[in-house]
Antibody, heavy 124, light 106 residues
């Protein structure tokens, strides 16, 4: 059974740093891109970042570019999101999602399995 | 940056057909996926590559993409279909979600 389990969320003051983890199981983790998607309380979904299966390339949404870093350890089947210079507007539930590339479009992906999310609250 | 527009809400009577739209510039040149999210739950993929259904998704959910609009259609809507629905496309290496549509089954 495919599972992804996020952890590491918590309360942090503006300007602080936090690292989220996503432990994957039930599939060949090293063969898949992975992504982070967040959802502010009562709001819609916002894509945060994607990393390739090998970890050699990563991509970010404009709102987090330069502040967040995504990485993975394929030997531990774990995805990470390092967040720094946190802002109040980064408050959200952060989901880890397995990311599948389309068979017919090299630049199209979709998220086929999602975790339950870990909550990050940025507040003074 | 690329934008996707969805109606905030759609209402439908049980057994009727619900149509949720997702509009974006030249959307037909991209592949859309759709996600269903029920209260307190994580999103679930219901449509990918415009019209493909993952295993376990009922046939009454279908998708299409033409012109500037991708559409999620629910035929014979049931109470269990009540949820928020989000469309997603990729543009220049980044993922873009629509604002979401709350489907209410009256």
């Amino acid at each position: 059974e495919v599972q992804v389990l996020e952890s590491g969320g918590g309360s942090i003051q503006p300007g602080g740093s936090l690292t989220l983890s996503c432990a994957a199981s039930g599939f060949a983790f090293s063969s898949y891109s992975m992504s982070w998607v967040r959802q502010a309380p009562g709001k819609g979904l916002e894509w945060v970042s994607r990393i390739t299966s090998s970890g050699d390339s990563s991509y970010f949404g404009d709102s987090v570019k330069g502040r967040f870093t995504i990485s993975r350890d394929n030997s531990k089947n774990t995805l990470y999101l390092q967040m720094s210079s946190l802002r109040v507007e980064d408050t959200a539930l952060y989901y880890c999602a397995r990311t599948i590339r389309s068979r017919t479009s090299y630049t199209t992906y979709y998220f086929d399995f999602w975790g339950q999310g870990t909550l990050v609250t940025v507040s003074s | 940056s690329y934008e996707l527009i969805q109606p905030p809400s759609v209402s439908v009577s049980p057994g009727q057909t619900a149509t949720i739209t997702c509009s974006g510039y030249n959307l037909r040149d991209k592949y859309a996926s759709w996600y269903q999210q029920k209260p307190g739950q994580s999103p679930v993929l219901v449509i990918y590559q415009d019209s493909e259904r993952p295993a376990g998704i009922p046939e009454r959910l279908s998708g299409s993409n033409s012109g500037n609009t991708a559409t999620l259609t629910v035929i014979g809507t049931q109470a269990m279909d009540e949820a928020d629905y989000y469309c997603l496309v990729w543009d220049s290496g980044t993922a873009v979600f629509g604002g979401g549509t709350k489907l209410t089954v009256l």
